[in-house]
């Protein structure tokens, strides 16, 4: 797909999509869960439709029941010989833990960028766990065979905080007597928040000293039914509160206050620039009223920030510095390059100087024709940047916003976005 976007004012209001990191743990622990659960406001993107397709192959009944999805299991784990993660590197690191509980041999896949990651942490994690499991070089995909025994065993988190995610589902699922997760040099820890926040919703003790030592007590596994309803999504919204502080005004609905989010911080981010922000329940509204000025800003536990921050910058009359380089090769694309190559054709200098990416924003961005890199994220910053150019930005491969936030072309039309997909 091919996405012509020409300069725009926008306005309006949107309810934020359901978060895709909420989603697809509600899987999760719907899966583990012996009874009923139903998941209300679900989300629909191509990462939670594996998700949801993950646990029907490991042996959970999913039914749409009106708008909500209901998810009924044995909390046992029950798969089948293969295993598709899609493109969702969540749903693998999550998800391979989880499938390791079966005695059975699971062969676990997936597709486009998710094939080029390193899967060589969980070649070292398994073998402690009692777990075989066999890589192609490194790579997907990925053959493992159970049962996972949880002993208490030391984990580096500096990769991905997804592993630690996956590995304390594990635990706290199939534990049988107090057991100890050591971890060193973890990143995201708001992903880790998340986790914990939502096992204890699921009925499971698991608590933590200084994000160091987790400990997971057991629990029975008696029937119940769980509600749960999945909360908007701040990574998504983020690109939509930055449009509205580079080009206009905007509400998002659907954002909580106290959610645990890593990338609700965009709101300190949009502050730091100078940006009105007035934040009313659960919306969160921006304008660009307000004369933008250069910021700093630490993204080392919120990377998903990164390409709207870029977008953000390159308004910013001046020099803006964002920390966390180093999160950015591991993601769909090497972010980092990415974002040099596609704004460098729109007329904004970026370079990186050791863990920091600076931008000298203010410039004036120009038309051009870039590529999303396969990258949702990407996409969907090249988008918001095409607000305030000199001239309609084309991005090939814009069906890459899909993977997180298929409606996204559709709101920015709602927006007023003059925009053209083919």
């Not at 939670?48 to 909500?68: H, P, S």
């Not at 910013?316 to 180093?326: A, D, F, L, T």
């Not at 918001?384 to 997180?404: F, P, W």
Request: aromatic fraction near 6%; charged fraction near 15%.
């Amino acid at each position: 797909m091919i996405a012509s976007i020409s300069p725009s004012v926008i306005k309006g209001c949107i309810i934020a999509p359901a978060s895709k990191s909420a989603m697809q743990r509600a899987c999760a622990l719907a899966l583990m869960v012996n009874g009923e659960t139903v998941i209300h406001n679900p989300g629909k993107s191509n990462d939670d439709k594996a998700a949801i397709d993950i646990i029907k192959a490991l042996g959970a009944q999913v039914n749409f029941v009106g708008g909500d999805i209901v998810v009924r299991s044995t909390g046992e784990i029950n798969p089948i010989s293969t295993i598709n993660c899609g493109e969702s590197g969540l749903s693998f690191r999550m998800f391979a833990a989880i499938a390791a509980l079966s005695d059975k041999t699971i062969e676990i896949s997936g597709s486009g960028s998710l094939i080029t990651r390193s899967m060589s942490l969980l070649e070292q994690i398994f073998p402690k766990l009692d777990v075989e499991i066999n890589t192609a070089n490194g790579y997907l995909p990925v053959t493992i065979k159970g049962p996972l025994v949880p002993a208490s065993i030391k984990i580096d988190g500096s990769q991905s905080s997804q592993y630690l995610s996956g590995l304390l589902f594990a635990f706290a699922k199939s534990a049988t007597c107090p057991v100890t997760l050591t971890v060193i040099n973890l990143k995201s820890k708001p992903y880790i928040d998340l986790s914990l926040q939502m096992l204890k919703y699921f009925g499971y003790n698991v608590s933590h000293e200084n994000y160091t030592r987790f400990q997971i007590i057991p629990v029975d596994n008696s029937p119940k039914s769980i509600s749960y309803t999945t909360e908007g999504d701040w990574s998504s919204a983020s690109f939509l509160l930055v449009a509205g502080a580079v080009a206009g005004s905007i509400s998002v609905k659907g954002l909580l206050q106290d959610s645990l989010q890593a990338d609700k911080t965009i709101l300190e981010a949009l502050k730091l620039a100078n940006a009105q922000v007035q934040i009313t329940g659960e919306s969160v509204s921006v304008n660009n009223e307000n004369k933008l000025k250069p910021f700093s800003f630490d993204a080392t536990h919120c990377p998903d920030l990164f390409p709207p921050l870029v977008v953000l910058a390159a308004n910013c009359p001046g020099i803006s510095v964002i920390s966390g380089v180093s999160r950015l090769a591991g993601k769909e694309s090497n972010r980092a390059l990415s974002l040099i190559d596609i704004f460098e054709k729109m007329g904004i200098a970026i370079y990186l100087k050791e863990d920091e990416m600076f931008i000298a924003g203010g410039t004036g961005l120009h038309a051009a024709t870039v590529s999303s890199h396969h990258d949702h994220r990407i996409a969907m910053a090249c988008s918001i940047a095409a607000l305030n150019a000199s001239g309609t930005v084309v991005i090939e491969d814009g069906e890459a916003i899909n993977k997180s936030y298929p409606d996204f072309y559709q709101h920015l039309t709602e927006l007023a976005v003059s925009i053209k997909l083919s």
